[in-house]
């Protein structure tokens, strides 16, 4: 408003202060010393309640979380001298609460004011991208998420769904929230792709999460076009292996060695292997290193070394040639445990397990895979944080080829019974030679179609292609399939 000459006179000699300084204050309706002690000088109570503001609770209640689980927390400021400001006060206040804490405040001339992802009910700006929330990322506790399906449902028909809540729709799968709900199990209790979200709606062949976020970035390019386009991964194949038995004739011992021949006595191939004449056909181990060394590629082998049952029929760990396996393979590649079916439901027999590996390979074992990939939301993954695993390579299904958390690449495991980033880093695989062959039925050539067409949406996306196959995949059993497999690396 106009300021009258006697109110900024009177109000400079009050306070003591220049001219342009009281014409100032009285700009801002503060015309006599009260006003202006208690602008200069304000007290907490004077200050309105900050739970006026839209999303307080929710914001403290984000905070909270943040602070309980010790969660990295980053403020990001303006760069005009409020939000300079506010970042210091910020900062200073949460520092004394928050271990890993930072700021960013953007270059006024080389980002203006950045990127504006408003993630809320309601417009904000009109240059923003503006994201609709459901309800999931803002609830504690497992329920049914019908909605939130619905809402993956409609993304999936209508593909410039710009509103689409990608936050929510992606924790939702790759927290495999869904496997944390009641469902029908198959008959080693584990959850059917079939009754997968990705399944039923047809996008299980499809890395859909990373998909969706090249659309967000595309999105973001297009609305902010100062931002930088970075791309920090690109396709990579990392073939694995499961070593549920190293040999299919020798070294079973001699009780398991007697019922087999009394069983199979006329069995010429198993005669011949006993009596050394042939190599075992499960010994493919020689094959494999000379493959991936023609091929440049890393392998990952895991090992079952379990205590003999119906489902757990690996060779004895004693046994002094299995030894010299584990050794040599262990010395020249990445390698884990195989946790056996019994472990599943038994801490102290994953960890004997474990132990054993330990003793053989003389390393620390950090990686893992189910046998029968049996694998049960929370309870798998918290018995390996707690043998101190730190990556996990059982992401996939036995009855179908594709994506089971909807991704390409590795991720931390989020707990949702306990509410936290764990320090577990899970390795999706997309395709096992026993679905191929058992479950889908499918001949060498066949397989080597759609073994292609995921390859091919993996690299889509820059992704990691994963494979599990067995050493026994190579033998008598599987005619075909080692040629099929030479060719998916040769195409790499």
């Known amino acids: 408003g106009t300021n009258h000459p006697e109110e900024v006179l009177k109000l400079q000699q009050d306070l003591n202060v220049d001219r342009i300084i009281a014409s100032l204050l009285c700009q801002r309706g503060i015309k006599n010393f009260e006003d202006s002690k208690t602008f200069f000088r304000p007290e907490y109570g004077q200050l309105n309640d900050p739970f006026l503001m839209k999303g307080m609770e929710k914001a403290i209640d984000r905070i909270n979380s943040a602070i309980a689980i010790n969660e990295k927390v980053l403020i990001y400021g303006d760069y005009d001298v409020d939000g300079t400001t506010a970042v210091s006060v910020v900062y200073s206040f949460f520092k004394n609460y928050i271990k890993e804490i930072d700021y960013y405040i953007p270059d006024r001339y080389k980002e203006g004011y950045g990127i504006k992802i408003n993630y809320s009910d309601e417009a904000i700006l009109e240059e923003e991208i503006h994201i609709i929330p459901q309800n999931l990322l803002f609830e504690k ?21 710009e509103k689409f809540d990608i936050f929510a729709a992606a924790f939702y799968l790759l927290s495999r929230y869904e496997e944390y709900l009641p469902f029908e199990s198959d008959a080693h209790g584990r959850f059917s792709a079939k009754k997968s979200l990705a399944y039923r709606l047809g996008f299980l062949q499809k890395p859909i999460v990373q998909i969706w976020c090249n659309e967000l970035k595309m999105s973001i390019l297009h609305h902010f076009p100062a931002s930088k386009n970075t791309q920090k991964y690109t396709f990579s194949f990392r073939p694995t292996y499961d070593i549920d038995q190293a040999f299919s004739y020798k070294n079973k011992g001699f009780l398991r060695t007697i019922f087999a021949l009394l069983k199979d006595f006329w069995n010429k191939k198993r005669w011949q292997v006993l009596l050394q004449n042939t190599k075992d056909p499960f010994d493919t181990f020689a094959y494999l290193d000379a493959l991936h060394k023609k091929n440049k590629l890393q392998a990952t082998y895991f090992f079952l070394l379990a205590d003999w049952g119906k489902y757990d029929k690996n060779i004895s760990v004693q046994n002094i040639d299995f030894q010299h396996i584990i050794q040599k393979i262990t010395s020249e590649n990445e390698f884990g445990i195989h946790p056996s079916y019994a472990s599943n439901s ?52 036995a009855d179908e080829i594709g994506f089971r958390a909807s991704i390409a690449l590795p991720f931390r495991w989020y707990d949702i019974e306990n509410e936290t980033i764990t320090d577990l880093l899970i390795y999706p695989f997309q395709a096992m030679d026993v679905t191929l062959k058992e479950y889908l039925k499918l001949s060498p050539e066949a397989a080597l179609l759609a073994l292609n067409k995921i390859k091919k949406e993996t690299q889509s996306v820059d992704g990691q292609l994963i494979t599990l196959w067995h050493n026994s995949s190579f033998g008598e059993d599987w005619n075909g399939w080692a040629e099929i497999y030479d060719k998916l690396m040769n195409n790499l």
Not at 357 to 377: C, G, T
Not at 380 to 389: C, D, E, G, K
Request: aromatic residues 10%; charged residues 25%.
């Open 141 to 161: 506790g497992i329920k049914e998420q019908i909605l939130l399906e619905n809402h993956i449902a409609a993304k999936i028909q209508n593909k410039e769904n």
């Open 346 to 397: 038994d801490f102290f027999i994953l960890e004997k397990e474990k132990n054993h590996l330990e003793n053989i390979s003389k390393k620390a074992v950090k990686n893992s895979r189910q046998h029968y990939l049996k694998l049960h939301f929370p309870s798998t993954y918290q018995s390996l944080l707690r043998a101190n695993i730190t990556a996990d390579y059982s992401m996939g299904y």
